[in-house]
């Protein structure tokens, strides 16, 4: 049994702001995937996510982010992030509530 759910993990992940955009990467829909995997007492933690284009500059300070966000959960072990492409985002991927903030319909 995890010592954190899947939803501890996306709460943390709401720390972390696109800092050009000014959203974070949960209401921007840039997390694809919080997988948990329990292994010798510690829970791993793999992170499926992308960017809002492929040439995003602050692709690697984000990534580094998303560690530090859950660097003092309980028992955590290895936190890997699998940046992906496909599929593309797009703003439709976004919350109700980031939408609103951003003026978009």
């Not at 954190?4 to 995937?33: C, H, Q, S």
């Amino acid at each position: 049994m995890p010592h954190f759910t899947e939803d501890d993990v996306r709460e943390r992940l709401k720390a972390v702001y696109d800092p050009e955009i000014g959203i974070n990467v949960v209401d921007l829909g840039l997390i694809y995937g919080i997988d948990l995997e329990e292994r010798d007492g510690k829970t791993d933690v793999l992170i499926t996510m992308t960017l809002t284009s492929m040439g995003c500059p602050l692709g690697p300070i984000l990534m580094e982010e998303v560690n530090q966000a859950l660097s003092d959960l309980p028992n955590l072990g290895e936190v890997d992030v699998n940046l992906v492409w496909s599929p593309p985002w797009t703003p439709d991927m976004m919350s109700e509530e980031a939408k609103d903030e951003l003026g978009i319909w």
